[in-house]
């Protein structure tokens, strides 16, 4: 059975940091592109990180210079590094990996940032 596990969200001030991360069960997760993904209310579900099997990054410009994504295959985990938060970063975030035609997704894990 494949699981994704999302941990890490929580309540932050304006300008604080959060560390996401997202452990894999059910899958060779060294094979697998892992995103993250956000979805705030009333808004659609958008990319914000990704990060091939060889290592490759690549950020939504929302988040560039503030985000960033790494991954610990021996853990198999992927984690979403926040920094300098800002109100608008506020949704529930989603790890989710696929490779060769599977996708799989987590179950969210919820970031506030109060204005």
């Known amino acids: 059975q494949v699981r994704l596990v999302e941990s890490g969200g929580g309540l932050v001030q304006p300008g604080g940091s959060l560390r996401l991360s997202c452990t894999a069960s059910?899958?060779?997760?060294?094979?697998?592109?892992m995103n993250w993904h956000r979805q705030a209310t009333g808004k659609q579900r958008e990319l914000v990180a990704s990060?091939?099997?060889?290592?490759?990054?690549n950020y939504a410009d929302s988040v560039k210079g503030r985000f960033t994504i790494s991954r610990n295959n021996p853990w198999n985990r992927v984690s979403l590094q926040m920094n300098s938060l800002k109100p608008e970063d506020t949704a529930t975030y989603y790890c989710?990996?696929?490779?060769?035609?599977?996708?799989?997704w987590g179950q969210g894990t919820q970031v506030t940032v109060p204005p």
């Open positions: 059910g899958i060779n997760f060294k094979l697998y592109t």
């Open positions: 990060i091939t099997s060889d290592g490759s990054t």
């Open positions: 989710n990996g696929h490779a060769s035609g599977s996708a799989f």
